[in-house]
């Protein structure tokens, strides 16, 4: 069974720019999460999709980041523009269904550096 | 204070050793208890994983959860090198749509 994808795996930008990543969650996998995890600091999630509905998106900026679900498959996440402290890998998982105790499977994640 | 506090490290041990690893929490709604396992420059992948309290074992690893002191911890018998990464407690509440809250994670190192 093939795993998380994520691209790319590494994106050094400038602040005030742009950048995407992508997703693309374990084959059948109703739920897919996008994570931030900050050096020294467990995830932190940022938006969760069951199948392409937005789940839970409390945390997102959402005056910077957006992600989208398409077709209830793969999953983009951007930042528009970049902050310093955007700099973080951003982990994507995904899961079979919703609900508490579910097992995430991770991806290798995005490391993003924002200068 | 945070929901999910966890033991800061790092920790370096000796192979062979036994390795203990805590997190205590503050939401009593929490019913699912984790430990993931994250590699240098990877994604975390589950390691163990308790509804409620009580025990678990699988091999080499041992979870135990303590509801009432709201304090769970992983212990690894017989550290092998193999085992140096950083472990991630997580912990979420039953229902749908409920999430998984992650401690700050420790880096173990077990030296040949």
């Known amino acids: 069974e093939a795993g998380v994808a994520q691209s790319p795996r590494y994106k050094i930008i400038e602040k005030r720019q742009s950048v995407a990543f992508w997703c693309n969650p374990i084959?059948?996998?109703?739920?897919l999460y996008w994570y931030q995890q900050i050096l020294g600091q467990g995830p932190k999630l940022l938006i969760q999709?069951?199948?392409?509905?937005?789940?839970?998106d409390s945390q997102l900026p959402k005056d910077r980041f957006s992600a989208e679900r398409l077709k209830g498959v793969d999953s983009t996440l951007k930042i528009q523009p970049a902050k310093l402290e955007d700099s973080a890998v951003y982990l994507c998982?995904?899961?079979?269904?919703?609900?508490?105790?579910?097992?995430?499977?991770f991806g290798p994640g995005t490391r993003l550096l924002v200068l | 204070q945070k929901e999910v506090e966890q033991d800061p490290g790092p920790l370096s041990v000796p192979e062979g050793a036994i390795v203990s690893l805590n997190c205590t929490y503050s939401?009593?709604?929490?019913?699912?208890f984790m430990w993931y396992r994250q590699y240098s420059r990877k994604g975390p992948e589950l390691l163990m994983y308790?509804?409620?309290?009580g025990n678990k074992e699988d091999g080499r690893f041992t979870a135990q959860v303590d509801k009432s002191s709201k304090y769970i911890s992983l212990f690894i018998r017989d550290s092998q090198p193999s085992d140096s990464a950083t472990y991630l407690c997580?912990?979420?509440?039953?229902?749908?749509?409920?999430?998984?809250?992650f401690g700050k994670g420790i880096t173990l190192s077990v030296r040949p």
């Open positions: 939401n009593s709604a929490f019913q699912y």
């Open positions: 084959s059948g996998h109703a739920t």
């Open positions: 999709f069951q199948n392409n509905g937005v789940v839970d």
């Open positions: 998982a995904s899961s079979p269904r919703t609900g508490g105790g579910e097992t995430q499977y």
């Open positions: 308790t509804y409620s309290s």
């Open positions: 997580a912990m979420s509440v039953t229902g749908a749509n409920s999430k998984l809250t």
